[in-house]
Structure formats: C-alpha cells, structure tokens
C-alpha cells in the first residue's frame, strides 16, 4: 500500500471512531509502530487529525487548546460542580497527611472545607497559601517565579523545591482530561510543576467537574492511571477502565475512592 493510500484511510478511520491508538492502527495496517508514529506526524501537521499520546483523535472531536483563562474568569464557571468536589476532598485528609494543593480554583475552595489542623500543607498557590494560614493551617509555600494569569509559582526553582518533599496525598488542577492525552493544561511550566508534584505523592487526586473530560490541552503533565478523579457526573465508562473516579453528584455519599 502506497504511503498516501495508507494515510487517507487513517483520517477516514479516526474520523469514524473519533479516536484511534497506535496499536489499533498497527494492527489495521499490518505496520510498525514507527511507520504508523510518521503517518499521525505528518497527518497532524497538515492538522488533517490531532496527534495525541498513544494515538490520535479526529480534529473536530477537541482541538487542542492552549488559551489559559484568568483565576478571576475561571472562578464563575461551575461553582456548584466545584463546591461538591472539593468538599469531598477536603474530606479526604487525615491527621497525619503531608498534603499537595496545587493552584485552581476547584482545589482553593476546597480550602474553605479542610478542617484538619494536624496535617501538614504545601502549596504553589498564591492565594491558596493565604488562605491557608488564615485558618490557622501549618502552611508552607514553594519558591519560584510567579505566574500573573493563574497565581501560581512556577520554573526551576519550583520544581527543584518539590523534588524535596514526599507528599502522602496530592490535590491537582487539570484543564482537560483525555483518554489519549490524559491530564492537560496550557502552560508547559506548569504542567511540569504538576508533572513532579504527582511524582512525589503517595497518592493524587485530580479535581475536576464533568466539562474537562474529552477536552486537550498542549501539555500532558500526568497519564490517567497515575491519578485518582474527583468529579461531579458520571462519564464514559472507558475512563473508569483506566483509572479510579469518584463521582460526587451530593455531598450526603462521602464514601473514598477504592
């Protein structure tokens, strides 16, 4: 089969299933994963699908996104969804946890709800760490540069100052959650501080309501089985092959993620 032959049946496959892996399409065309890998790079630069990792998705299934809204902007989308997670999460800690907040604002108002002064809190949160001590909560905050849009710090310095610590639970922000492409965000500074954040965490949870799901942002800072989801409605059950979620749909079910 000529190159081409084979990469207009590839776009007419992904645009049918939406989605493929790599492997599916290694055993469709009876090619190497590398053979294949071309194929979706060079589809993906005539942006005829989008590239993922482990695979592809069909351009009109969710385009990559790499705008960033403000914390301000973002602070009045899904206040409800928001508030029933990060309840549940704040839940979730005990006496002695060393606990991770990353910057969001799903994970600052679960701040609101923690009621645990025993446990330890590290954050690159700005606010979050205001908000933190304002409660009385034995707080500590990473170094680095700061970032005006989301009120992070983030770079080197950050990164290096969480390669320290061994958190036993870590609460993270995400902008998308895929099955390819797993958990997203815009920024690659701060998907590297993720990235190491959940690296460090005995276990981390993402928090995320119902509207990130199948959404893809430019940076992947963590796969799907490397974290537990926190979420407010059932999705598709393909995620819950991949991963354990807990899906908060009222505050009166507490019971933790198995």
Do not use: W
């Not at 790599?22 to 065309?29: A, C, H, N, S, Y």
């Not at 409605?233 to 993620?257: A, G, L, M, Q, W």
Request: hydrophobic share 35%.
């Amino acid at each position: 089969m000529l190159t081409q032959e084979r990469r207009d049946q590839i776009v007419a496959i992904i645009k049918e299933r939406n989605a493929v892996t790599v492997q599916e399409l290694m055993d469709e065309f009876d090619a190497s994963a590398a053979t294949i890998r071309r194929d979706l790079a060079a589809l993906h630069d005539e942006r005829k699908i989008l590239k993922v990792f482990g695979g592809a998705t069909s351009i009109s299934s969710g385009d990559v996104t790499t705008y960033e809204p403000s914390v301000t902007a973002k602070a009045t989308l899904n206040i409800e969804e928001k508030d029933l997670i990060s309840k549940y999460a704040a839940s979730l800690i005990n006496d002695k946890d060393f606990v991770y907040i990353d910057s969001g604002t799903t994970t600052l108002e679960m701040i609101k709800y923690i009621d645990n002064t025993k446990a330890k809190y590290i954050t690159n949160g700005i606010v979050h760490a205001k908000k933190l001590l304002e409660k009385g909560l034995n707080t500590m905050i990473i170094g680095g540069r700061c970032k005006a849009s989301t009120e992070a710090i983030i770079g080197p310095d950050c990164i290096e100052s969480i390669r320290k610590y061994h958190f036993t639970k870590a609460f993270m922000g995400t902008n998308g959650i895929s099955l390819n492409a797993g958990y997203t965000t815009p920024d690659v500074d701060e998907a590297q501080v993720k990235e190491e954040a959940v690296k460090h965490a005995y276990v981390s949870y993402i928090l995320a309501d119902h509207t990130k799901f199948g959404q893809v942002s430019s940076v992947t800072f963590a796969q799907l089985e490397t974290c537990c989801i926190i979420t407010n409605k059932e999705v598709n059950r393909n995620y819950h092959s991949r991963t354990i979620i807990k899906v908060v749909d009222s505050f009166e079910n507490t019971d933790s993620p198995e």
